[in-house]
């Protein structure tokens, strides 16, 4: 039997090492709107050369949102020699940054003045905790009721839901069972109707109770009954509480009206509670679209003539016209990434507008099938690119305001031949659902059958995936009982 050996052996891989412009037109392509004012904030704030004036974003690489090919030329030029499609091909999802945070001491005054105003612009609401502890405040609460207090406060989740048992409360604050339950039941009654409810049928009743609304009925229904009122049994449930299904229709009603995750509305704001569409597509008057870019939410960035002009004094030390011509040159790969982003926006943009016409004129059903390697085909980059550029954008159409993932679905065929998309597909679910007799609704098998016969080939599970993708319940959930 051989023994063990100790093997050295030598390999050599090839890698791709990205630079920091690169990792800039990678950043700046994901951020969303607000994210990329954020980025641009932290930008004015960290690089001196940068200023806030006009001329706006497009005088600093052309216009980037018209239709002259000169100015797609211009950003091709502007990024030299790199491979941006297969940087985007091969880059990490993550990225760091380690800029240097200039003191207001380095900044004129009216200078400090507008970057403070940036910074100040967009202030973060207060979280569902912030709003419980500021309610605590008003109280006289002290020792270990304030702590017991703050506790459970610290406790509640994004939903407003109470994570922690009382029993495992009561031991954190050194309290008995009955002060810790006391302590939930005082947070319970400050806080908004259900928040710091431990379950969904507590969260319920508190809501109830809140609006003076709470009967035995109902309380009995919640209580007991939860389970079998998401399995739809309503009869068998009739039946074990000695009412009628009218009775029983109306306490459903009312409970439809009460909020399940009463904390979250009370969360702080997040991107995606405020939409900014970065371009918009309307009718160019001669039955076409034309694609309009948005960069108004962005301030108008541009190089500081003050300071290039101090790189052509001979008296400048060696480190000082070092750190000038390193933020400089930060300063123009900013302005680069800035036009690169934009101009791949408005590409996409213009795609859509070309090839989903008759969706913007009609509606989702001739919404045509585009999946993101086709996009990336008609506009020459790679299919990570368009994932990349289109995450998190939104765009303003005759539709409405929809992300431009909506756009971004597979296909089927009809029985003209023509391609359909799957959300037109599903939009016909949504509707026949919608029409159906509640009290015999369609199963998936006839659903397939009525989209077979109105040219849509598709299959029961399919149909079934659609259903489930809409968060539509199955027909025996949907059933509505005598």
């Known amino acids: 039997m051989p023994g063990n050996e100790l093997v050295q052996q030598n390999s050599q891989t090839l890698e791709q090492q990205l630079s920091v412009r690169q990792l ?79 003191h207001s001491s380095e900044m004129g005054s009216d200078e400090e003045k507008k970057r403070d105003y940036l910074f100040n612009s967009l202030a973060a609401p207060p979280s569902l905790t912030d709003q419980l502890l500021a309610e605590l405040d008003f109280t006289d609460w002290q020792g270990k009721s304030r702590q017991l207090a703050e506790t459970i406060i610290g406790s509640i989740d994004e939903n407003g839901y109470l994570q922690l048992n009382t029993a495992d409360l009561a031991q954190s604050c050194d309290a008995s069972l009955e002060e810790a339950e006391a302590a939930v039941q005082a947070v319970q009654r400050i806080a908004p109707p259900g928040i710091g409810a431990r379950n969904l049928g507590e969260c319920l009743i508190l809501q109830l109770r809140r609006k003076q609304l709470l009967t035995p009925e109902l309380e009995d229904l919640i209580s007991n009954h939860l389970e079998q009122i998401g399995r739809n049994h309503l009869p068998q449930i009739a039946e074990e509480m000695n009412i009628p299904m009218e009775s029983l229709e109306r306490d459903l009603a009312l409970l439809r009206t009460l909020e399940p ?156 031949g023509e391609s359909v998309s799957t959300r037109a597909v599903m939009k016909r679910i949504q509707d026949l659902i919608g029409e159906e007799n509640p009290r015999i609704p369609l199963s998936d098998d006839k659903l397939a059958q009525v989209l077979s016969e109105e040219g849509f080939q598709v299959a029961r599970r399919t149909v079934a995936k659609y259903r489930e993708s809409m968060n539509i319940p199955s027909s025996s959930l949907r059933r509505k009982h005598n």
Not at 347 to 363: H, M, N, S
Not at 385 to 393: E, L, Q, Y
């Open 24 to 102: 800039h037109s990678l950043e700046f392509l994901l951020l969303p709107a607000l994210a990329l004012q954020e980025k641009l904030n932290c930008e004015l704030h960290s690089n001196p050369l940068l200023e806030v004036g006009e001329p706006p974003l497009e005088e600093l690489s052309g216009d980037l949102t018209s239709d002259d090919g000169g100015d797609r030329d211009a950003v091709t030029s502007a990024v030299e020699a790199d491979d941006y499609d297969d940087l985007l091909a091969s880059a990490a999802d993550q990225w760091q940054d380690s800029l240097p945070v200039l």
């Open 261 to 416: 995750h009463p904390g979250a509305k009370y969360s702080s704001l997040n991107e995606g509670d405020f939409i900014v569409p970065e371009l918009t597509i309307e009718p160019d008057g001669d039955g076409g679209y034309k694609v309009i870019g948005h960069d108004e939410y962005l301030p108008r960035i541009r190089i500081s003539e003050a300071y290039v002009k101090m790189l052509d004094n001979p008296m400048l030390s060696g480190a000082d016209r070092s750190y000038i011509t390193g933020k400089l040159n930060s300063a123009r790969d900013l302005q680069r990434s800035l036009a690169l982003r934009t101009d791949t926006l408005r590409r996409i943009g213009e795609v859509l507008a070309e090839t989903q016409k008759a969706f913007f004129d009609d509606g989702v059903e001739k919404l045509k099938p585009m999946t993101m390697r086709t996009m990336a085909e008609r506009i020459g980059v790679h299919e990570t690119t368009v994932s990349r550029a289109i995450s998190g954008k939104y765009i303003r159409t005759p539709q409405g305001i929809l992300e431009l993932r909506y756009f971004f679905s597979a296909g089927t065929t009809n029985s003209d």
